[in-house]
C-alpha cells in the first residue's frame, strides 16, 4: 500500500468515528453542564457535518489520482 492508499484508508476510518459522533449529537445525548445542551449540540453538529464534508472530498481527491 503506498502513502496516497494509506492516507486514504486512514481518512475513511476517520469519516466512519465522525459519522459515528454525529448520530450521537442528532440522538441529543450531549450534555454539558452549564451551557445550553441543544446550542452546544447544534453547534458541534455542525462542525462534525463540515469535517466529513472535507473528508470525503479528500477521499475523492485523492481516490482520483491513482
Avoid: N, P
Avoid at 19 to 24: A, D, E, N, S, T
Avoid at 38 to 54: D, K, L, N, P, Y
Wanted: charged share 25%; net charge negative; hydrophobic share 40%.
Amino acid at each position: 500500500m503506498d502513502s496516497i492508499e494509506q492516507l486514504i484508508a486512514d481518512w475513511i476510518r476517520i469519516r466512519t468515528t465522525l459519522k459515528g459522533q454525529l448520530k450521537h449529537f442528532e440522538a441529543g445525548h450531549t450534555v454539558i453542564v452549564g451551557q445550553d445542551s441543544s446550542q452546544v449540540t447544534a453547534e458541534a453538529t455542525e462542525r462534525v457535518r463540515r469535517c466529513v464534508i472535507e473528508i470525503e472530498l479528500l477521499i475523492s481527491h485523492y481516490s482520483q489520482r491513482g
